[in-house]
């Protein structure tokens, strides 16, 4: 499920707990602004907002709450204290979604080739081939040099057989 739409089925549940008319989500947008349009909608979202809560991560603003106004009178302090709640909960989404996309975007470019190594392998000089391996075959060959020298510390890895730890008594 996209973000996009998990903030509207948020505003959709926001404004139903809230008896709201309408709620919208707005998310930061570049610079010290919000996106020009919500990024979640429930409602129509015309008119002023009649409360309104910001989606913060330390000092950092991820976003606002609008609420509409309140189909049966105004918002109680209880029903402000639980918006505040439900802001701070999709703040740590928007945050995790965030660092998803930008986790993604480094992957992406650690995985792209990069233009100085896209030769490299063509470079290299083939192996022997005189019949014999030579001492630096290893070094031009593609699997990594220590593949032999795995069978000799194999023993060195491994726990001690059980029969021979020997208990000392004090």
Known sequence: MEPGDLLTRLAAAVRDGLDATWVRIFLAGPGSGFEPEPTGLAGSGQGAAAASCEL???DEKLGRIDVGPRRGGNYSEAERV???TVASQAAAF???VRLSAQLARQLDDLTAPHPSLSGLRERR????TCGRPTP??????DTPS????MPLLRPALLPPP?????????
């Open 146 to 149: 220590t593949v032999p020298l």
């Open 82 to 84: 639980l918006l505040n």
């Open 125 to 128: 000089p083939a192996p022997s």
């Open 94 to 96: 928007v945050a995790n």
């Open 56 to 58: 913060k991560r330390a």
């Open 136 to 141: 630096h075959d290893h070094v031009r060959s």
């Open 162 to 170: 059980l029969g021979a730890i020997r208990l000392v008594s004090s």
